[in-house]
């Protein structure tokens, strides 16, 4: 496991898409098929990867009840990024087991189909995301200026208190 958490989150999202590609391509039948690993209890696929989604349940109940013991609380940035993966997670499981000719069928009839929606959401989350740059760039121009004209009016002032008037320095 990588040794930061912007790096183990990385890990843990790659290898999110190598399983989902694994299982993807697996077909319902091999569910059935009995696993050799010692976590299918000596069943099937079906048993080992449900064992391993409760492993992971298991798990992330452990940091959070530690977090929480521990008083170590998200930002609320943090927690509003923890919730928007929990909602992507969403999307992309309601597009799981459509076929590609699905994909490309109305919600409904007169409705966008779910390409569609697909496409509008990702369109709305770059629209959001070229926003917040804008948005940052300008509050950084703004206190750029207003920290060139405090420095400079410091010098100004202080000229002025003197008294000895004149031009500007």
């Known amino acids: 496991m990588a040794a930061t958490v912007r790096e183990a989150i990385r890990e843990l999202m790659s290898q999110t898409l190598v399983t989902m590609d694994t299982l993807l391509e697996a077909s319902d039948r ?25 492993h992971e349940k298991i798990h992330t109940g452990q940091i959070l009840e530690a977090r929480y013991e521990s008083r170590i609380t998200a930002s609320r940035m943090q927690r509003l990024l923890a919730e928007w993966l929990e909602a992507r997670a969403g999307l992309i499981g309601s597009l799981i087991g459509l076929t590609d000719e699905q994909f490309n069928r109305e919600t409904a009839p007169g409705q966008w189909t779910y390409r569609v929606v697909g496409k509008h959401v990702l369109a709305l989350e770059q629209d959001s995301l070229k926003t917040i740059a804008g ?35």
Request: charged share 20%; net charge negative; glycine share 10%.
């Open 30 to 54: 091999e569910l059935t098929m009995g696993s050799s690993h010692g976590c299918a209890q000596g069943k099937d696929l079906w048993t080992l990867i449900t064992n391993d989604i409760d």
């Open 135 to 169: 948005d940052q760039a300008t509050r950084t121009r703004s206190e750029e200026t207003a920290t060139r004209t405090v420095s400079r009016s410091r010098p100004i002032c202080a000229f002025y208190q003197t008294g000895t008037g004149g031009a500007f320095p």
